[in-house]
């Protein structure tokens, strides 16, 4: 019994670790992968089998022990029922226990005097060691109460916010990307555009190895969305215009894509002649 018991407490253990690590996995994908199903029935039954290999070397081995020595194994108790008996305590026997009833008699109900249950006692002393440092930090040096906490915790969920709308506008992409017009956003795409882009395209938008972007016309598609497009993932092949999603950040991504269509309609130093087709912006 023992044993199954056992086993069953490690088949709970294995499977909670593993819902644990696999966090996203819900229970019908266990279904839906019959390895992980096999590999935990296969763990389960070889448990089972060792349990039941382990009990009868013990029985077997009990069998060969003298009477006396049978006897002493019997009566010696684990560590942990040694803890429990402790625990709980002992009652006086029955035999014994006119010595410690007490004198009053209420229409027949006597009461002994038994020890108190040393559980109940430790708990007891806990509270009293518990109350001193409750009382100390709480009512001595006014400690944080609810209304403080709640304040901080405010604050905290507060800075989370913004640490997640940062984030948040980090995640655009093609679908979402709209373009950028805070002063912030486009002076970053300005630096951006200057670090990385003037060699192909000038400073002004003029283009050299790479299209003009000042005109009206796009090889691969105007407005907000496609240049995004393009500048994440590069042009035609061979052309020299690389995916620069490996080096720039989606928001990056959209700060120089907002600040290069910022050029459309000025008059370049040296405009390259008009590439592609005049891209007019659909209204969605
Ligand atoms: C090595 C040169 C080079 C660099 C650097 C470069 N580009 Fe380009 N770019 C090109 C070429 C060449 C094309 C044309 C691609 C094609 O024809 O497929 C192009 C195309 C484009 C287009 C599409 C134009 C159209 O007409 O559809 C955009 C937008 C663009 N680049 C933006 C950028 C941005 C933003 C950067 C900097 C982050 C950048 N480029 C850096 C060479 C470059």
């Known amino acids: 019994m023992k044993s199954y018991l056992k086993t069953f407490l490690f088949v709970i253990i294995v499977l909670t670790t593993l819902w644990y690590i696999s966090n996203p996995l819900n229970a019908l994908d266990y279904v839906k992968r019959p390895e992980i199903v ?48 402790k625990l709980v305590g002992k009652n006086r026997p029955i035999e014994e226990e006119h010595e410690i009833i007490l004198d009053h008699n209420y229409d027949g109900i006597r009461e002994l005097d038994n020890n108190l249950p040393p559980w109940w006692k430790y708990g007891f002393y806990a509270s009293i060691v518990f109350a001193v440092f409750y009382l100390t930090k709480y ?11 709640l304040e901080t915790e405010y604050v905290e ?27 912030s956003d486009l002076s970053a795409g300005k630096k951006l555009y200057d670090l990385n882009c003037v060699a192909c395209h ?21 407005g907000i969305k496609n240049v995004f497009k393009t500048v994440s993932e590069g042009g035609r092949d061979g052309k020299g215009m690389i995916a ?18 910022q ?14 087709e005049i891209w007019i912006e659909q209204v969605q």
């Not at 069998?63 to 029922?81: A, F, G, I, P, R």
């Open 38 to 85: 096999i590999a935990i029935g296969v763990l389960i039954i070889t448990i089972l089998m060792n349990g039941k290999i382990v009990k009868d070397l013990h029985e077997t081995r009990f069998e060969k022990l003298s009477k006396e020595e049978k006897e002493k194994y019997e009566t010696q108790n684990d560590w942990l029922s040694a803890a429990y008996t």
């Open 139 to 149: 009512h001595v040096f006014n400690g944080e109460n609810q209304y403080t906490e």
């Open 157 to 183: 969920a507060k800075i989370a916010i913004e640490e997640y709308k940062k984030t948040a506008k980090n995640l655009v992409d093609f679908n979402t990307v709209k373009v950028l017009t805070e002063e």
């Open 202 to 222: 000038k400073v002004d938008g003029g283009g050299g190895i790479g299209p003009n972007l000042t005109d009206e016309n796009w090889i691969l598609g105007g």
């Open 244 to 261: 620069w999603k490996q080096s720039l950040k989606p928001l990056e991504i959209a700060q120089v894509s907002s600040y290069l269509l």
């Open 263 to 276: 050029f459309q309609g000025t008059t370049p130093a040296e405009p390259k002649a008009a590439e592609g």
